[in-house]
């Protein structure tokens, strides 16, 4: 069984060995690789509706992993032991979804040592979360998959500065170590910017408030970092 470019991304930023948990498994595929290809030595699979875990179950039995990948139906963290896991896994969601997920499990987080996120939309509230709540981003991906971009977090506890708005856009570690696709990441974010400003800028209101200024100010942020920046290199 192969991953696809999203889910091998997520993956391979989970330690190997880990006692992982996937959270929102589907068909629990993500937990079977990483069984058999980052030699974790836990992994409990969790979905909150019993389609999913139903589904689950029904690859883990075709791959002969039954005994080994426990699937548990349960809210968010919530099917987990404190001190059960060391890893925690949550892709495919949005970001605002994931960081109340996380938010939700305070006992079981106590005892997380990485989590590895990916989120469908929304990365910088996510960012911001971690950064709020006791954790640091130390490495991020792109990752492609039937056309579309995704982005891969993975954090560790202990306190750090905020990164500044456009940074929390962007991605911290992105913006560091620049990886192959990520001038197309940082098109799309922009993009995405100033479609929200088009569409608020149709109201007077809208275009006087406090949120258009922050996010014209992100973006004017971004532009001259990520445009001006290279020009001058150039």
């Not at 989970?14 to 992982?20: D, E, L, S, Y």
């Not at 079981?108 to 989120?119: D, E, F, H, K, N």
């Amino acid at each position: 069984m192969r991953l696809d470019g999203r889910l091998a991304a997520v993956a391979a930023l989970v330690p190997f060995g880990a006692r992982v948990a996937d959270v929102g498994t589907d068909h629990a595929y993500l937990a079977i690789a990483l069984v058999k290809d980052r030699g974790a030595k836990t992994v409990v699979a969790t979905d909150k509706n019993e389609g999913p875990c139903a589904a689950a179950r029904r690859t883990l039995s075709a791959e002969g992993l039954s005994d080994r990948v426990p699937v548990r139906c349960g809210d968010g963290l919530a099917p987990l032991l404190p001190g059960e896991v060391d890893t925690v896994c949550i892709a495919g969601m949005g970001g605002g979804l994931i960081a109340s997920i996380l938010a939700a499990g305070s006992k079981v987080l106590a005892g997380i040592s990485r989590l590895v996120l990916q989120p469908m939309n929304d990365a910088a509230t996510l960012r911001r979360w971690l950064y709020e709540n006791g954790w640091h981003i130390v490495e991020e991906s792109l990752a492609t998959a039937d056309g579309r971009l995704y982005e891969i977090i993975a954090a560790e506890p202990g306190e750090e500065i905020m990164p500044e708005p456009w940074l929390l856009t962007i991605g911290p570690v992105l913006w560091q170590e620049k990886p192959p696709l990520f001038s197309r990441h940082v098109d799309a974010q922009m993009e995405r910017l100033r479609r929200i400003l088009q569409g608020m800028e149709k109201s007077d209101a809208a275009r006087e408030s406090e949120a258009y200024r922050n996010i014209a100010e992100e973006l004017r942020d971004m532009e001259r970092h990520c445009i001006d920046g290279e020009e001058q290199k150039s």
